[in-house]
């Protein structure tokens, strides 16, 4: 079998090869004289040959060696040509500049190879695919975030507007159960609140309102019940969860939580920070013409989406200025992964079966602060994935008031999102990526509209490896 081939011109005296991994795993990289074992490539899964991995190498004249990491374990292909050295068995290929651009796969040990490079980055690999988390040193590192900050500093929340659309707000003084008909039929999560009364923005109304809302009507010592949240207002109920907060918390400050929001000249680094450091998914961005803030502007709802898409169509033709863009998802500190055999567990990565009920699905969300929950199968292969947003759909027809949320399974309640929402949304739901994938390629889906997070699997079984967020990814970018 043709396993490297001729793939086309490059610059003078170089040309394009495809190597191809035959063999399997969940990450394979390659490394080879050609690039004086500097770094590790990512190689790509074939589509529709799950076992199948490939990358295009620009390599040039003469006589080359290489090798694959897979999973961690540097191997050589045995169907490939292949020689012995003092540093293992190594697959070989010769270019010859004079043949027609014709490269040659042959076997021998008369090639140079770059010892003290090879022996550096098999010892930076340690065997596993965690040793090589840089593959670039960590002044490019440093290099890199440095341009993305100039970049985020340099421009302002006013470019994120869209050159035209809407931005859906509710009054204080609305029933709680017209309001999340509102967020169902809008298809928005999120929501800003308008106190007329006091002639400003206050707050917001999200889909976690909407999970404790059904939390508190379950709970047989709960004050609030179906019938009174015809007239039960957002207002009363943002109270009567501030002091619910205040039991549990006692650390928790008697005023309400201010409005976190932002003004249209507040530079795009600024509100990225804003979200995260006060793990809010949006922030208005408001503008009032008066000095004490009096008539305010809503002009937009900010996320980080919206700044990724600003990073991404900026470096999109000079991606390469900032060198961590080319690092493969799985080797960089990002995001929540499942911990392999015999690896210490950082962050757990929450997941469960499509026949969990839906109020541990809820619980879950709570509990460990997340806004997706993975949903797999008995062999951990992803199946779909619940959301903090999917609550909404339990406001069609009323759902919430005849279900029991002990009893509706998480298959169940994702039937009813299916049914509520267009096949574009549920294109956008459950969005997928390789932990070999570049942290460019990454940021690029991230940046389309409705895509909140990614979850990483591995190639042809779909088994869940880990999952990356909007805010795991900023994170890692603002260092």
């Known amino acids: 079998m043709e396993t490297v081939r001729e793939a086309g011109g490059g610059i003078a005296g170089t040309v394009l090869m495809r190597f191809v991994w035959t063999h399997g795993g969940r990450s394979v990289f390659l490394s080879g004289s050609f690039n004086r074992w500097g770094e590790l490539i990512p190689m790509s899964p074939v589509e529709g040959c799950p076992n199948v991995f490939q990358a295009i190498y620009g390599i040039t004249h003469g006589?080359?060696?290489?090798?694959?990491?897979?999973d961690g374990e540097w191997r050589h292909d045995e169907l490939q040509p292949y020689t012995t050295t003092e540093y293992g068995i190594l697959n070989?290929?010769?270019?010859?500049m004079e043949a027609n651009f014709n490269p040659e796969m042959i076997p021998g040990s008369s090639m140079e190879l770059d010892n003290e490079a090879f022996t550096r980055l098999v010892?930076?690999?340690?065997?596993?695919?965690?040793?090589?988390?840089?593959?670039?040193?960590?002044?490019?590192?440093?290099?890199?975030?440095?341009r993305i900050s100039v970049f985020l500093t340099a421009h302002t929340a006013y470019e994120?507007?869209?050159?035209?659309?809407?931005?859906?707000?509710?009054?204080?003084?609305?029933?709680?159960?017209?309001?999340f008909h509102i967020l169902f039929e809008q298809g928005i999560p999120i929501a800003p609140l308008w106190d007329f009364?006091?002639?400003?923005?206050?707050?917001?109304?999200?889909?976690?309102?909407?999970?404790?809302?059904?939390?508190?009507?379950?709970?047989?010592?709960?004050?609030?019940?179906?019938?009174?949240?015809?007239?039960?207002?957002?207002?009363?109920?943002?109270?009567g969860k501030s002091y619910l907060n205040r039991q549990i918390d006692e650390h928790d400050l008697a005023s309400p939580r201010r409005l976190i929001h932002a003004g249209p000249h507040d530079n795009l680094k600024e509100v990225a920070l804003r979200i995260l450091q006060n793990e809010v998914?949006?922030?208005?961005?408001?503008?009032?013409?008066?000095?004490?803030?009096?008539f305010p502007q809503l002009l937009h709802l900010a996320s980080l989406s919206g700044i990724l898409k600003c990073i991404c169509r900026y470096f999109r033709h000079c991606a390469g200025t900032v060198p961590m863009l080319q690092l493969p998802i799985g080797a960089i500190p990002v995001g929540s992964w499942v911990p392999s055999i015999g690896e210490p567990s950082g962050r757990p990565l929450a997941m469960l079966r499509p026949s969990a009920s839906l109020s541990s699905a809820l619980n879950l969300l709570l509990q460990a602060r997340v806004s997706s929950i993975p949903i797999v199968d008995e062999n951990d292969s992803?199946?779909?994935?619940?959301?903090?947003?999917?609550?909404?759909?339990?406001?069609?027809?009323?759902?919430?008031?005849?279900?029991?949320?002990?009893?509706?399974?998480i298959n169940q309640a994702l039937q009813l999102g299916q049914d509520a929402y267009s096949y574009e949304l549920r294109s956008q739901r459950c969005q997928m990526c390789l932990r070999s994938d570049t942290l460019h390629k990454v940021m690029e889906r991230l940046a389309n509209p409705g895509v909140r997070r990614l979850v990483i699997v591995e190639a042809g079984s779909k088994r869940v490896e880990g999952i990356v967020t909007l805010s795991d990814i900023f994170r890692f970018l603002l260092g």
């Open 382 to 409: 992803l199946v779909d994935i619940y959301c903090r947003s999917d609550i909404t759909a339990l406001a069609k027809d009323k759902i919430y008031t005849r279900i029991n949320l002990n009893e509706m399974t």
């Open 281 to 294: 998914a949006t922030v208005p961005i408001i503008h009032s013409s008066s000095e004490d803030g009096s």
């Open 197 to 239: 009364s006091r002639g400003q923005f206050v707050g917001v109304l999200s889909a976690l309102d909407f999970i404790l809302i059904l939390r508190e009507l379950g709970n047989n010592g709960s004050n609030l019940t179906e019938e009174e949240l015809d007239t039960h207002t957002i207002s009363a109920w943002k109270e």
């Open 123 to 146: 010892s930076v690999s340690d065997g596993t695919l965690t040793g090589a988390v840089l593959s670039i040193s960590e002044a490019d590192l440093q290099v890199s975030r440095h």
């Open 160 to 179: 994120l507007l869209p050159k035209s659309g809407k931005v859906v707000a509710l009054d204080v003084d609305l029933p709680v159960k017209q309001a």
């Open 92 to 96: 070989t290929v010769h270019f010859n």
């Open 63 to 70: 006589n080359h060696q290489y090798k694959f990491l897979v």
